[in-house]
């Protein structure tokens, strides 16, 4: 549980640990990039805005310069004139015509919608690149808290874990200790108990012996005057007050109804089979 390669406390909490500073490094890494890449896109705008304000001053000055062109090629037009050279075209200068101001005007509009088109792509980029920073900062900043909640448990388990291994430990030592204070105690009375194995069939026998001895000294004892006496006493001691009455015959209905406490008739009306009823 503690020490296990792959789903010990220990592993899981190095584990954990490791994809904390990962997360961290990549929070750090990404956050980096993210600046970096605003920096450029910030430059990038600068020189868009600037590039579509030269463009759309450019559109303007040569509109006006064409305009002007064309209306002095007007006014040469409707006034009486020498015949022009043969460069000349009608309504100007052909080198100064207005198609090729109209087709300048027109490439440079078309730069500047371009331009405009590509700031619009920029902040969308933007946009977008920023968005996708914040829900991946998101994402590891939950990641971030469910490894350090999960951290904190797992350390919780592995001092519980610890502390009941150490009482394990503990308990196990004592009873490691208690067995072999057993074994010793053991190894100590071995060769009494050898000794009581070794002799069991002889002691058996000797028992046996024991037993009959003793069954014969009671038998002697019984037999004695001095029992008798103590028999006999203890017998008299029994009969009480009706001792006198009971002496002559103790079968006789005198003293059944002496014992009894009950008057003769009375003990002979319920044991009609007694001796003198």
Sequence with gaps: MIEDPVTGLKVLIANDEQSLVENTESQKTQTADRTEENLVYQKNIANLVEAETLLTRAVHVLKAYYSKILEAGSLL???????????????????????GGSDAITMIEHILKETKGEETQAHSDEMKAQHDYEDAMEDLKKEEKELEENLAKLKVELAEAEEDLLGKQAEHKATVAEK????????????????????????????????????????LLKESPAYQTWVAEDHNETLGDCLSICAPDEEDVKCKACLAKVSIPGYCAGHPGTKGC
Excluded at 184 to 192: D, E, H, R, T, V
């Design 77 to 99: 037009a409707t006034n009486k004139q020498p015949a022009p050279p043969e460069t000349w075209e009608e309504g100007g200068y052909k080198g100064q015509s207005g198609k």
């Design 180 to 219: 072999e204070a057993i074994e010793a105690y053991l190894l100590k009375i071995k060769p009494g108990c050898d000794f009581i194995t070794e002799n069991i069939e002889l002691r058996k026998a000797n028992r046996k012996d024991e037993e009959e001895a003793l069954k014969g000294a009671v038998k």
